[in-house]
């Protein structure tokens, strides 16, 4: 349930709500928001019980309304009037908010050279991040699965040489430290979205987290596993849509819109977009990255300096004049949307 304060209400009007929260044996998280204060509350009923509570707690001094949350999912979601949460990184950039955010670099961590010239490039074009994998799942054991250390090690370098946060995905929780000491935000994939146990390590850092949906998730699976990060008391969340499997290969992965407008709805975190596995196709990234201008609060863009020889994921990534035409084309219609 969401308990939403009224817009004057002081700090001892939240001070007794939350002591009636305690006094029942429930848990709670506050959101300060820019307006409005909001306590997400964990009951641990859905009977008449906690609709005695919702009863009750209305008539509290300073609460506006308290609204019983029906969807398996609580802290992800967005009330009525709540802003978009800010996700700050490395105090330097801002997710979510009238900010668009444009992080791009390599699908893998190849090189040091590799490393600094792609982000070089697109540091100059405009990308506000830097990403870079350093462990990669691959479905084929064969194939290249990153430098691991090595690559944090350079994405570290890179980080301070050219003074850009940094994405990284961890796939394994014995990694997180390490992650943490060189990375700014942890990049949760695909393939481990719905690896709980990983979702609630990698928020016990307090770090920002990049949560992109599984290939086969429905929203709500998805804000389901959001939950498992925020309930672990992280707010830096950013959720990152990648596209699902359906049956059209004409793209990698289905990227719909309507599903990035629904979320908007349902969710206070900020939405980015990744055209490149969504598409993992180079020519229709940016069109979709134009599209995702209109509606998210950022994208994910691969770029390699010569995706001929790219180690992984080549097909879908731009050489950096294409990703400069790309900014190009993006920040046109990031001036003409305002976004909410
Ligand atoms: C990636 O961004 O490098 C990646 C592997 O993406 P996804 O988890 O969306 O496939
Ligand atoms: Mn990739």
């Given at each position: 349930?969401?308990?939403?304060?009224?817009?004057?209400?002081?700090?001892?009007?939240?001070?007794?709500?939350?002591?009636?929260?305690?006094?029942?044996?429930?848990?709670?998280?506050?959101?300060?928001g820019e307006e409005?204060?909001?306590?997400?509350?964990?009951?641990?009923?859905?009977?008449?019980?906690?609709?005695?509570?919702?009863?009750?707690?209305?008539?509290?001094?300073?609460?506006?309304?308290?609204?019983?949350?029906?969807?398996?999912?609580?802290?992800?979601?967005?009330?009525?009037?709540q802003t978009t949460t800010l996700v700050s990184i490395?105090?330097k950039v801002v997710v979510g908010g009238e900010c668009f955010t444009i992080i791009?670099?390599?699908?893998?961590?190849?090189?040091?050279?590799?490393?600094?010239?792609?982000?070089?490039?697109?540091?100059?074009?405009g990308?506000v991040c830097?990403?870079?994998?350093?462990?990669?799942?691959?479905?084929?054991?064969?194939?290249?699965?990153?430098?691991?250390?090595?690559?944090?090690?350079?994405?570290?370098?890179?980080?301070?040489?050219?003074?850009?946060?940094?994405?990284?995905?961890?796939?394994?929780?014995?990694?997180?430290?390490?992650?943490?000491?060189?990375?700014?935000?942890?990049?949760?994939?695909?393939?481990?979205?719905?690896?709980?146990?990983?979702?609630?390590?990698?928020?016990?850092?307090?770090?920002?987290?990049?949560?992109?949906?599984?290939?086969?998730?429905?929203?709500?699976?998805?804000?389901?596993?959001?939950?498992?990060?925020?309930?672990?008391?992280?707010?830096?969340?950013i959720?990152?849509?990648?596209?699902?499997?359906?049956?059209?290969?004409?793209?990698?992965?289905?990227?719909?819109?309507?599903?990035?407008?629904?979320?908007r709805?349902?969710?206070h975190l900020p939405i980015i977009?990744?055209?490149?596995?969504?598409?993992?196709?180079?020519?229709?990234?940016?069109?979709?990255?134009?599209?995702a201008a209109t509606i998210a609060d950022g994208i994910?863009?691969?770029?390699?300096?010569?995706?001929?020889?790219?180690?992984?994921?080549?097909?879908?990534?731009?050489?950096?004049?294409?990703?400069?035409?790309?900014?190009?084309?993006v920040q046109r219609v990031v001036n003409a949307v305002h976004h909410a």
């Open positions: 349930m969401f308990i939403q304060m009224q817009p004057d209400a002081t700090a001892e009007d939240i001070d007794r709500v939350t002591e009636e929260i305690r006094r029942v044996g429930w848990d709670y998280i506050i959101n300060p409005l204060t909001c306590i997400a509350v964990k009951s641990r009923t859905t009977g008449p019980e906690k609709m005695e509570f919702v009863e009750r707690i209305q008539a509290y001094r300073g609460v506006a309304r308290a609204i019983p949350i029906t969807t398996p999912y609580k802290l992800p979601a967005r009330t009525v009037g490395d105090n791009a670099g390599p699908c893998a961590i190849e090189t040091r050279e590799q490393l600094f010239e792609t982000t070089e490039a697109v540091k100059s074009a990308a830097l990403r870079g994998g350093a462990f990669k799942p691959r479905k084929d054991c064969g194939s290249f699965r990153g430098l691991g250390i090595d690559g944090l090690v350079y994405l570290k370098e890179a980080r301070e040489k050219f003074d850009l946060p940094t994405f990284t995905e961890i796939v394994d929780a014995k990694d997180i430290d390490a992650v943490a000491d060189h990375a700014s935000v942890f990049q949760i994939g695909m393939r481990n979205a719905r690896n709980y146990t990983l979702l609630e390590a990698v928020a016990e850092t307090k770090k920002p987290v990049l949560y992109k949906n599984g290939e086969a998730m429905t929203v709500e699976d998805f804000l389901c596993g959001a939950e498992y990060i925020l309930s672990k008391g992280n707010p830096n969340l959720l990152c849509l990648r596209g699902t499997v359906t049956f059209d290969r004409a793209v990698r992965n289905s990227l719909d819109i309507g599903i990035v407008a629904a979320l709805q349902l969710t977009v990744d055209p490149s596995h969504s598409t993992g196709k180079a020519d229709l990234v940016t069109p979709v990255a134009v599209a994910i863009v691969d770029v390699h300096t010569d995706p001929t020889k790219a180690l992984c994921d080549g097909p879908q990534a731009l050489t950096p004049p294409r990703f400069a035409e790309l900014v190009r084309q």
